[in-house]
């Protein structure tokens, strides 16, 4: 069995948002939906509870410290991939599902846009598609094998399972200039996340919500 997942280095990340620009074009993501957001952290506390409060915590974008100690420390986050996921587990037509290499994926042909998996996704990476949905250019950019944008439909990171699927790395490592990410198989003990991992301090993201989380924060 394959479990893909990702491992970020927390100590490499310098929030140059590389990747989130990587994933927006890649998928032909339209103005205001990210998969892929880099959040700026101004103290060393990952434990926030809930969906909102994590949101508003993490978007500080200011210092954390008193001047002239000051410190600013960045927190990449996207879908996890859960192996336990919430999102699947009440999702009412099956749209949302986790398939047998680990990646969650939403069926934009089955899902009827109830919001049941956004409210049940503690890391709030969903997005309901509206019917305002606008793009910032008139043509479609990034793969041509990107997916389709649907109105009332959920959306969220999908590990560009396209580009795996044709052997390539999600678009978000691809231009990391930080060296900041590590892609492959988590059951694998030799693959780069466990390798990365060695030695780390692994943080599993809101681990008391039992989703066991398929990206690995190293600190
Ligand atoms: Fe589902 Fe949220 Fe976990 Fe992604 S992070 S698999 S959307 S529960
Ligand atoms: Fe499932 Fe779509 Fe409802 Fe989410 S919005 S729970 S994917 S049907
Ligand atoms: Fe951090 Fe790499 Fe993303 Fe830049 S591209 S914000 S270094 S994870």
Not at 2 to 16: E, H, K, P, S, V
Not at 62 to 68: I, K, R
């Amino acid at each position: 069995m394959t479990r893909y997942g990702m491992a970020i280095d927390l100590n490499r990340c310098f929030g140059c948002q590389a990747c989130a620009a990587a994933c927006k074009i890649a998928n032909n993501l339209p103005k205001g939906l990210s998969y892929n957001v880099v959040y700026t952290k101004n103290d060393d506390d990952y434990t926030y509870p809930g969906t909102a409060v994590a949101k508003g915590a993490l978007i500080n974008d200011s210092a954390g410290g008193a001047f002239p100690d000051c410190s600013l420390s960045f927190f990449p986050l996207g879908c996890q991939h859960c192996a336990n996921p919430s999102c699947v587990a009440v999702c009412p037509t099956g749209a949302s599902s986790k398939g047998e290499n680990g990646i969650v994926s939403v069926d934009s042909e089955l899902c009827i846009g109830c919001g049941s998996c956004i409210k049940a996704c503690p890391y709030g990476v969903r997005t309901l598609i509206g019917e305002d949905v606008e793009y910032y250019l008139d043509l479609a950019v990034g793969e041509v094998d990107a997916p389709a944008h649907k109105i009332d439909t959920v959306e969220k990171c999908t590990f560009c399972k396209n580009l795996i699927e044709r052997g390539e790395e999600p678009a978000c490592m691809q231009l990391c200039p930080g060296r900041a990410r590590y892609w492959g198989d988590l059951d694998d003990p030799t693959s780069d996340p466990n390798v990365a991992a060695q030695g780390r301090e692994v943080l599993h993201y809101l681990e008391d919500e039992g989703t066991e989380p398929s990206v690995l924060y190293l600190r």
